[in-house]
């Protein structure tokens, strides 16, 4: 790789104050908040997130067209420690958006099934690398992060289903149900190796980033997967199976929140660019209420869908005006950009 070209991504990396992939986080919680608000009914609110996303999404894009030009490079860098799964959050991104817009006629249509179609390349190959890595240089210790692994697969099967209701595309319907089952292990196999690292002797609060605040959003989005690929209609196992799921959504969420509110209390709060993994999982838990209520006939659990928008909403400006702010200091030089105390992955 040129000089010139190496230069890009510091520059990229100094604006955005975070990995390459990473960036793309912004996209996942916003348009995973449009859907959630459309779902509530304020479909002037939904529509103005939903072109925010498909903003970010494209410029971001563009910014990185860099690497489109060295696939091999950009294939090793993507299975780098603190990159792979990042990395995987464009595949979710992507499929955030095609859920999003799937509904909204032809055009939007084939728009959400080229996503799908790029999206299920680049998680083989992105999964692929991250094995070859993995192979190469050995054990990392595993991160909230990994768990992006399961909201790729399951927002790949999601928005298969969602085709193939439209389409009545049989392989479609398959594929969204082997990857909906796909993801179900992975957060089996993730989160216990999440749950071996807490409780080893030598985790504390600094390790709890808003990356594992994905711990919740993983279960909240297998929940949405489960009803989208099953239907999950009253008494039937994809029924049992959502219903699981959102208990668990639920219980992660009282556990991660205690414990980010204590590492708050402790260590203070810093608005960086990575609290977008922790907007994605609250409106993902709204998205996940709402939709399960709808399936089950349970009006109260569709009303705590549309109450949670709030929480979503509220976490999403906070972390926008900390962006904004964070995109302004990087306007002004390179210094101002790197906010003192906050951590990046990577």
Request: aromatic share 10%; proline share 5%; hydrophobic share 55%.
């Amino acid at each position: 790789m040129s000089a010139s070209n190496r230069a890009t991504p510091r520059v990229f990396s100094r604006f955005h104050g975070r990995p390459w992939a990473g960036a793309f986080n912004v996209v996942m919680a916003t348009a995973v908040v449009s859907i959630a608000a459309g779902n509530a009914g304020v479909e002037a609110l939904s529509i103005g997130l939903l072109w925010t996303a498909v903003a970010a999404f494209v410029s971001l894009a563009v910014l990185d067209l860099w690497l489109v030009r060295h696939p091999l490079a950009m294939l090793r860098r993507a299975g780098q420690p603190g990159q792979g799964f990042h990395a995987l959050g464009f595949v979710a991104d992507g499929c955030v958006l095609g859920v999003r817009i799937v509904g909204a006629g032809a055009v939007a249509r084939t728009i959400a099934a080229v996503l799908l179609g790029v999206g299920w390349v680049l998680w083989l190959l992105i999964l692929g690398a991250v094995a070859v890595e993995h192979d190469r240089r050995g054990g990392t210790q595993p991160r909230g992060e990994w768990l992006l692994t399961v909201v790729a697969t399951e927002g790949l099967a999601i928005l298969a289903a969602r085709l193939a209701g439209l389409e009545h595309v049989a392989a479609l319907r398959a594929g969204a149900t082997a990857m909906w089952i796909a993801g179900g292990f992975a957060y089996l196999i993730v989160g216990y190796l999440l749950a071996r690292r807490a409780a080893s002797p030598g985790f504390g609060l600094a390790d709890i980033g808003p990356d594992w605040w994905i711990v919740m959003g993983a279960p909240a989005i297998w929940c949405a997967a489960a009803v989208a690929v099953t239907g999950a209609h009253p008494g039937t196992p994809g029924a049992v199976a959502a219903i699981v799921a959102w208990g668990l959504a639920s219980l992660m969420l009282i556990v991660i929140a205690t414990a980010d509110g204590w590492r708050a209390r402790r260590l203070g709060v810093h608005f960086t660019p990575e609290r977008w993994t922790m907007v994605f999982p609250l409106g993902m838990y709204s998205v996940a209420s709402w939709t399960l209520g709808r399936s089950l006939h349970a009006g109260w659990l569709s009303e705590l869908g549309h109450l949670w928008l709030a929480v979503a909403l509220s976490a999403w400006a906070a972390v926008a005006f900390g962006e904004l702010r964070h995109l302004l200091a990087a306007s002004v030089g390179p210094s101002a950009a790197r906010p003192g105390p906050a951590r990046y992955p990577g």
